[in-house]
């Protein structure tokens, strides 16, 4: 399992309750490009449109720009694919208030491309401030042990 983009910043703003792993419809060009390590995740999100669910903002540049179709979007809207069981939950925990699902990698499972995406909850300032105190005591403390 390599590990082709994370969205590491994501797991920050929102506390995450669940976790799910997506099959993504790609094109041959969009596959390669991701391969490649050419990928944006940042400010992309997962959402649900009747009974299917969607991956868009996730920014995919072409693989080789000067070979590229006219009809070509880098941004487009790509779809997921999860099992029934799987979308119908989904479709039941997102309809609470303030859920969000958020993807945080893109790895390769075999020669598959899956995507990692959490179900989560938005965090506040304070909690936020809070995390990154915890962050600072337990670096001092492992610094103290070092020595």
Do not use: C
């Amino acid at each position: 399992m390599a590990i082709l983009a994370e969205n590491r910043r994501a797991l920050f703003n929102y506390k995450e309750l669940e976790r799910f792993q997506a099959g993504i419809a790609l094109t041959g060009q969009e596959v390669k490009s991701i391969r490649s390590g050419r990928l944006g995740l940042a400010g992309s999100f997962v959402t649900l449109k009747g009974e299917e669910v969607f991956w868009i903002g996730a920014h995919i540049p072409p693989y080789q720009p000067k070979n590229l179709r006219e009809e070509y979007n880098p941004e487009r809207t790509r779809k997921l694919l999860l099992t029934k069981p799987e979308i119908k939950r989904l479709i039941g925990q997102v309809r609470q208030k303030g859920l969000t699902m958020i993807p945080t990698k893109v790895y390769t499972d075999g020669n598959k491309i899956k995507l990692e995406f959490v179900l989560a909850k938005g965090r506040t300032q304070i909690d936020k401030r809070e995390k990154i105190k915890k962050r600072e005591v337990e670096r001092e403390i492992a610094r103290d042990f070092k020595l």
